[in-house]
């Protein structure tokens, strides 16, 4: 047995009405999505992009039900945006990742749903903080709202991880254990930046037993104006749907799905790993710079020593093996080294 996924599809922003209907027209032949979304109202992380087109998108949006019978679905970050996309007939509404980081936000959008029937989906903060997430859906939940799902967009990180936004697949994982009943999206989109991996992500999602996918799809994607990178036009949607291998329905997690996400975890960590790495090799050869102005030799041995017996004793206070910590350090400072010699031996 296998459960279809849910699917809402559409343009990351609203452009213009032909845009939008050409859009849902095309997403709606393929017969494959259950909702169409389009942003009218953007939250950007710098001024100066395309802060959405308005209230006038949520009329569009209204024909595109009309002409296509589709299910619409727009972001909302205030009060008002909840009651202009209710009063427009707007049949899911969500929240963004940058809402659901501020809890005075997130209570004025619950506080202009209560009594509503409508549903809502709460995509994850930016920032990889599993109580906002878990806190965004409490404030929901106490006014009334029953039809609640979660959207995995993935997070910011501080360190290169390949994503635009690092999926850090254990917490959705570890908020579905908290909130078994509650469906998780994936938003591949979101997590790639790009389209190259979105089948991938979407497929992995699945594999965790998500129950769907948001996906940002344009009729013309490399003229959209905000996230061109990512959008996928209703051709490729179609493909990328049709080649999904759907979740089993008993939503129980093979040996190989759990297997799979200490990996990525792993992945991750290593690449933080190396990326730490990298950072302190850049201070060392700064200290290289320094040490040549001054004159001063490289290799100073009392501040190796101090360095080693403060690793030493962290690491046993973290129950890593002194052989290990003594091992790896001298590896460590043996690069630092080569690498100030690189500097102090550069001709100027
Ligand atoms: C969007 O869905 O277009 C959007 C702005 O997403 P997020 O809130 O995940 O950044
Ligand atoms: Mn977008």
Redesign the pocket.
Known sequence: MSTKPYIIAGP?SAETEEQTIATAKKLQRSGQIDVFRA?IWKPRTNPGGFEGIGLIGLSWLLNVKKETGLKTGVEVATAEHVNNALQFDTDVLWIGARTTVNPFSVQEIADALRGTKVKVLIKNPVNPDLKLWMGAYERLQKVGIEDIGLIHRGFTSPVPTGFRNAPMWQIPIEVRRLLPDVPMLIDP??ICGARERLQEVTQHALNLGYEGAMI?THIDPENAW??KDQQITPEVLSNLISELVPRSSDGELSYQQVLGTFRDQINLMDNELLQLLKNRMAIAMKIGELKKQNQVTVYQTGRWNEILQKSISQGQQLGLGEEFIRGMMELIHLESIRKQEEVIDKVQ
């Open positions: 990351c942003g989109s979101h940002e905000t996230d």
